[in-house]
């Protein structure tokens, strides 16, 4: 033991058990994720009433119920072709179909909505679906090759357009998603969104909906394939939007045309693995460190097979991360990791407090680790800044042992006598050894690591997850 660090904090206390990642089970079906109300799905002949080909009726599967209706000339046709290997609908550009009243309220409040298609009409402008309001504003709605512009994508959250004007995924097989949150609504070709492919929404109830053209006129109507359309009455998380749209890739057998996590494996039959956000300061943004392939993030997302968000924000205090991840909206169905409090909290509030109300405002169940603060080699032990920061992580430690890894004092040990990392004055000072900070081409940071640095505590990081049985 030197200065009261001993190798035997390596050995860190255990929470959640050891073994093997937990399994969630595969996606059965698209009500395995709450909330849809709409779904319209084109492979399902029992949904529809058909004369011959043509189809009168289609019935919403979704909660909210109700059905889309056609007549005459304007209805289109089931089973003439198919998407992959499923049936579909195929409107020949003087078809539509519209919705009754009871899938109206998808549009009253944030949603998530789901569109399977591809278009035959090719640089011309065409509506895949258009909903109204009572005075004829636009709620939703998806349209492509807007202006004659081959691939310019267009989906509405209210009146104003949400663009992407440069999606090549548009010009086969497509799935677009529209992700309404509060503040701003993304525009997803194939699960793909480009800056700039969002806006602010408007949400309220529509009065009209028509699938294959504008309720309001007989212009632009789809001329291609509409093989299912799909809501859900809430904004849908990251990996629930993976979910989705991988099922409806593998079943529409558009797999190779998607990004993301479905991309390779058919969530059907594949059971999900337990993905992680990790919100902290500059240790886990590390800015500094320009190949992101070293950040700790990465490291442990390459090792787990996993997707690591990288929450990391520099400079920022305990308080103002905590609030962050109480905000959240994207990750909530991940695991936590907290690294904060290297800057200290807010006013008025302690690390402790703030690590708590981070913990407390998780859904049941979720796992989550915390991290220590750390202290600069302007802050050697016993001076004040040590003895703050060492009895903020003495309470959080306190608070939740099963839940806390000091890799702190993990790396510091690294340095005793016989270690790789061989530095007295390091553990005189319980500090981080100056061989495992970064250098950044004049000096020796005081306080943050190096790559080096970081690829062993990602190490320590992913050790701990795997004893806990993430």
Known sequence: MMNGISLSIITQPRGGGGGAPPIVPAMGALTDIPGLVVDFDGSDASTMVLAGTLVTEWANKGSYGGKATGSGTARPNFGTRTMGTLPTLDFSGTNHM???????????????????????????????TLGKNSGGTVRTGVQVDVGGVANRVYQYSGATAIADGSAPESVGPTITQLRGTTSLAY??????????????????????????????NT??????????????????????????????????GLQSYIAGEW????????????????????FTQLSYLTNPADHWTDLLAVRLGRRVYNGGIGGQTSTEVTDRSIADIDYTDRAHIFFCGTNGPGSGHTVLGDIQAAVAALPAGTKFLILPSFNSDTERAGSAGYINKMANNAAVAAAFPNNYLDIRSMLIALSLPGQPYQDSAAITNDVLSSQLRFDNGSSIDALHPNALCVSIYAGMIGDRIIADGW
């Open 98 to 128: 519209d919705m009754s009243a009871e899938v109206m309220n998808l549009t009253a409040a944030a949603y998530s909505l789901f569109e399977v298609w591809d278009n035959d009409l090719n640089a011309i402008a065409s509506i895949l």
């Open 187 to 216: 525009n997803y070709i194939n699960g793909i969104t480009r800056g700039g492919a969002n806006g602010p929404p408007t949400y309220g109830p529509m009065a009209t909906w028509r699938i294959g053209g504008d309720p309001a």
């Open 263 to 282: 991309a390779l494996k058919d969530p059907r039959s594949n059971p999900r693995v337990l993905n992680i956000a990790a919100f902290g300061d500059s």
């Open 219 to 252: 212009g632009s109507r789809w001329n291609g394939i509409i093989s299912q359309i799909v809501g859900y009455n809430r904004v849908l998380t990251i990996d629930e939007c993976a979910l989705v749209l991988g099922f409806l890739a593998w079943k529409w």
